[in-house]
Nanobody
Framework: QVQLVESGGGLAQAGGSLRLSCAAS????????MGWFRQAPGKEREFVTAVRWRDGITVYADSVKGRFTISGDNAKGTVYLQMNSLKPEDTAVYYCAAQRATVTIGSYFRGSDYTNTSRYDYWGQGTQVTVSP
């Protein structure tokens, strides 16, 4: 069973930066897409960003666009989340997620395929990010 492990969380001041990492437990792991979600206390898990590996298309939640950047290496089963200009409202547990590698036809990108938690097959345990005012 593939496991995803996040790291890099911690405490930052508003306006600061953090870089999160996620790595798969299997050396040969590959996925069709990977993404990041977050969950704040008392709130539902929400989409942050995702990347479709085959063409590198990315999608971002409006709340993080222009501040966060997703990147990674599918061959290594790793994905990163660079978070800049952090805000207190970014405080949450951040989860890495991956979709199974599949054969697809065409290159049309449908955002809903990557923003819904139900589309992901693997999840990490989460890493806490706390941003102080």
């Amino acid at each position: 069973q593939v496991q995803l492990v996040e790291s890099g969380g911690g405490l930052a001041q508003a306006g600061g930066s953090l870089r999160l990492s996620c790595a798969a437990s299997e050396r040969t792991f590959s996925s069709s897409a990977m993404g990041w979600f977050r969950q704040a206390p008392g709130k539902e898990r929400e989409f942050v960003t995702a990347v479709r590996w085959r063409d590198g298309i990315t999608v971002y939640a409006d709340s993080v666009k222009g501040r966060f950047t997703i990147s990674g290496d599918n061959a290594k089963g790793t994905v990163y989340l660079q978070m800049n200009s952090l805000k207190p409202e970014d405080t949450a547990v951040y989860y890495c997620a991956a979709q199974r590698a599949t054969v697809t036809i065409g290159s049309y990108f449908r955002g809903s395929d990557y923003t819904n938690t139900s589309r992901y097959d693997y999840w990490g345990q989460g890493t806490q990010v706390t941003v102080s005012p």
